[in-house]
């Protein structure tokens, strides 16, 4: 089984940013997709940003232009480049992978905070 860890998250000042980082335990050039979500307390978690096999990107309406999906296969790492940062991005960030062969796979998560 795929192990995915997160790091990168921490306490940052509205406008700021960081980079999280998802590194995987196995290839990840044969993943189906992968990407990040995110639960801010009290809310629904919701997609945040995916990145296929093929390349193709899906960013949700509210990080669209300040943040950047990407991945390395060489690495074995996903990466998610937060600009302009909001306090309402805070929350736990969560990696994910869609494996064919087993299926959704996440990590532990990382908090993201963004003070005002």
């Known amino acids: 089984q795929v192990q995915l860890v997160e790091s990168g998250g921490g306490l940052v000042q509205a406008g700021g940013s960081l980079r999280l980082s998802c590194a995987a335990s196995g290839s990840i050039a044969s993943f189906y997709a992968m990407g990040w979500y995110r639960q801010a307390p009290g809310k629904q978690r919701e997609m945040v940003a995916a990145i296929a096999r093929t390349g193709n990107i899906n960013y949700a309406d509210s990080v669209k232009g300040r943040f950047t999906i990407s991945k390395d296969n060489a690495k074995n790492t996903v990466y998610l480049q937060m600009n302009s940062l909001k306090p309402e991005d805070t929350a736990v960030y969560s990696c994910?992978?869609?494996?064919?062969?087993?299926?959704?796979?996440w990590g532990q998560g990382t908090r993201v905070t963004v003070s005002s």
């Open positions: 994910y992978a869609h494996i064919l062969s087993t299926g959704t796979q």
